[in-house]
T-cell receptor
Framework: GNSVTQMEGPVTLSEEAFLTINCTYT??????LFWYVQYPGEGLQLLLK?????DKGSNKGFEATYRKETTSFHLEKGSVQVSDSAVYFC?????????????FGQGTTLQVKP | DTEVTQTPKHLVMGMTNKKSLKCEQH?????MYWYKQKAKKPPELMFV???????INESVPSRFSPECPNSSLLNLHLHALQPEDSALYLC????????????????FGQGTRLTVV
């Protein structure tokens, strides 16, 4: 079946540290991949996406590259800020079937300390 | 305007009450969604509407009744809920139901935090 696995959190970093949140997936064919962010008390915001292999999504200093060889879509940021503290969800939409359904990972909580 | 607006933001209801959650978007999107999110968990899909017709019901109990009066509005009618239904209810919309092609990503609202007492 289709699934997304994220590294368990919480991830605690100091301001300006380098961030990596791991995400791997299982899917039939080549899915579209997404990172959503949820700030405390809010809904989800689309952070970035990639729709085919080797695509790099980027936004607000965050990046993720679609790696079909390793079935991964790791989220990175070179220098985190306190305002980046949130829950990050990796998600996929399968290439076949299941149209309309985002399949989410369990989420990774990021805490950035000043 | 990339906004999905949900009302109310907070709702407390008794187990015998009837209430409704509302969702509105003005992006011209033709697919709209209801998700349920429990604390520290990812969102779970409940319903998908495409062109104002219900296309996916993820085996949701009948005490949750969705309605799509027009292409901009989505309601979720609640009746005889249980305390375990307390959660954040998220509405989302997208250009199309496919979600996997460029420009069809889903946009989420801020959610309605529901407490059933």
């Amino acid at each position: 079946g289709n699934s997304v696995t994220q590294m368990e959190g919480p991830v605690t970093l100091s301001e300006e540290a380098f961030l990596t949140i791991n995400c791997t997936y299982t899917a039939t064919g080549y899915p579209s991949l997404f990172w959503y962010v949820q700030y405390p008390g809010e809904g989800l915001q689309l952070l970035l996406k990639a729709t085919k292999a080797d695509d790099k999504g980027s936004n607000k200093g965050f990046e993720a590259t679609y790696r079909k060889e390793t079935t991964s879509f790791h989220l990175e940021k070179g220098s985190v800020q306190v305002s980046d503290s949130a829950v990050y969800f990796c998600a996929l939409v399968p290439r076949v079937g299941n149209t309309g359904k985002l399949i989410f990972g369990q989420g990774t909580t990021l805490q950035v300390k000043p | 305007d990339t906004e999905v607006t949900q009302t109310p933001k907070h709702l407390v209801m008794g187990m015998t009450n009837k209430k409704s959650l509302k969702c509105e978007q003005h992006m011209g999107h033709r697919a709209m969604y209801w998700y349920k999110q429990k604390a520290k968990k990812p969102p779970e899909l409940m319903f998908v509407y495409s062109y104002e017709k219900l296309s996916i019901n993820e085996s949701v109990p009948s005490r949750f009744s969705p309605e799509c009066p027009n292409s901009s509005l989505l309601n979720l009618h609640l009746h005889a809920l249980q305390p375990e239904d307390s959660a954040l209810y998220l509405c989302a919309s997208s250009q199309g139901r496919m979600l996997r092609t460029e420009g069809t990503e889903a946009f989420f609202g801020q959610g309605t935090r529901l407490t059933v007492v």
